[in-house]
């Protein structure tokens, strides 16, 4: 019986270590210049602030995350970024599973939240105002890039439907990051 005893207590420390560890740097990363690998960030404070005309986003076909904050409530991630048409998109998938929408909560926040968010690409942020997209022909070029640059496939007319069905069923979310 003291065997059970001591080896509960181990195996409880060895749990708790990690598990204090994890919420501790949660916690410690809630107010930083934007978010780390793991955890979300604070406001994005660093960087110059774009004004004027919107660029060509045709860019960001070349980088793989960018950094999205939220200003209701405020917090930043890294995020996928999608050129569609000459606009800019973010999506969020696994929306209809319980996990997905806690780990996927920014999405949440973004769809029930103001509408007000920052991007920062490199040093460069912009002021945009986040929409989610339902519906509508956008969505076959939202689903072309993210077929292509995520998922590494071919952009066919199945697999665009496929990903468009997926969006329109809510199993994916897709937001527009549009000019303020």
Known sequence: MKIVKIVSQVVGILLLIPGLT??????????ADGPSILFPGGELVSGILHTGPDPDWGFTDDIFTVELQLNDPMSSRLIYIIEAEGKIYVVSGYMTSTLGRIWKHWAVEADEGDGMAVLRIGDTRYERRIVRIEEGDVLNGVSAKLITKYFGGEATEQAIEGSRRGIEAGNTWAFELAPR
């Open 22 to 31: 994890f919420a501790t740097l949660r916690f410690d990363n809630r107010t």
